[in-house]
């Protein structure tokens, strides 16, 4: 039997999901032809889908970066990414600024240890994120940093993706 997917929208689909699953077990288990596998998920968003593909695409990138300059881990371009792309953008917001005033002034190496423990990016709503992908790759790769976009990740990442 093939994989299917259930999808479970209103009360009434529960009746098709039990007979999907007592015909598989009839006719798969009882024989002792195969074993079957019952996955329930919550189905994401568009928006929580881009959400993963941005993560994603970042981290990839940083990954990236990080073969390509060898001088730093993913993890720490990853800090410095939202030292230098990540600061600016929230910092539009009021709030955000006034809670980052009193870091201003510090040396680049206190800023990174102070962003190791503050969230950046995952704060970000979708179009900021989309932002800040978009000025890191132009400003990167105007640096001679390739970022790869040849995969599929980059347009979902940035909401150009068939299934939204």
Known sequence: ???K??????IQDIETIRKTCMMCLN???????????????NVKTAKQRREI??????????GDEAKQRQEYTPQEI?????????IPIMCRDPDFAMLWQPFR?????QKLRILKHMPITSIMSIEQMTEYLSTMKIDKESK?????????????????????
């Open 78 to 86: 990853h800090e410095r990414n939202k030292l230098e792309y990540g």
């Open 53 to 62: 593909a941005q993560n994603n695409l970042n981290w990839v990138w940083c």
């Open 1 to 3: 039997m093939k994989a």
């Open 27 to 41: 006719s798969f288990v009882k024989d002792k032809k195969h074993k079957i596998e019952v996955c329930i998920s």
């Open 144 to 164: 001679g940093i390739f970022l790869n976009d040849k995969d599929d990740l980059f347009n979902k990442a940035m909401g150009r993706s068939k299934t939204r």
């Open 105 to 109: 002034y510090y040396i680049i190496e």
């Open 5 to 10: 997917t259930l999808k479970l929208e209103t």
